[in-house]
């Protein structure tokens, strides 16, 4: 099951990378050098719409977001569960002071499970119509994601030992 899924949704990635380049061809602002001013600024502004739309496909947290305001839901939850806030902070301190890539490394893997467990919450919730719910999971996947770079930033920081 799992590899028909992983399969079909390779040839949707293909099938949408395929048609965005095809119309990115269309409205490409070069594509239209000779045309009239009016005619370039309209496939400029096709062309830029064209690339937020791309990059809005390619990022889950934005293409949730956009899910959310499409169905006229703020996405920016204005208060916060007080445990899970507590829990990132605890999680944040671990990461800033890891002096080693295997506690980093090991910290990354809970990071991006966590992320994968709201995401698939904010899917379950927003299939359910339940907008504030799903808006709640996906604020927490911002707190996740801003922690992914800091541990990208901590693991730069890591000089690694020489074997003694």
């Known amino acids: 099951r799992s590899a028909g899924r992983s399969f079909i949704k390779q040839w949707y990635q293909r ?5 965005f380049r095809q119309l990115q061809s269309q409205y490409h ?5 000779n045309s009239s001013a ?4 309209h496939a400029a502004q096709k062309s830029a719409l064209l690339n937020e739309a791309n990059k809005c496909l390619k990022d ?17 939850v204005k ?4 445990e899970f806030l507590t829990d990132m902070m605890e999680f944040n301190d671990r990461v800033e002071i890891s002096e080693d890539t295997e506690t980093l490394t090991e910290l990354k893997r809970l990071n991006e499970q966590a992320i994968t ?5 904010f899917r ?10 799903a808006a709640e999971q996906l604020a927490k996947v911002k707190f996740l994601l801003q922690t992914r770079e800091r541990i990208e930033q901590q693991s730069e920081l890591i000089i690694p030992r020489k074997p003694s």
């Open 15 to 19: 099938r949408v990378r395929g048609i």
């Open 29 to 33: 602002p070069d594509k239209h050098v």
């Open 38 to 41: 009016l005619e370039q600024e």
């Open 60 to 76: 889950p947290y934005a293409r949730a977001r956009l899910l959310l305001k499409l169905e006229n839901v703020d996405p920016n």
């Open 79 to 82: 208060t916060m569960d007080m």
């Open 117 to 121: 467990e709201l995401y698939n919450q």
């Open 124 to 133: 379950e919730h927003f299939a359910l119509k339940e907008w504030n719910i």
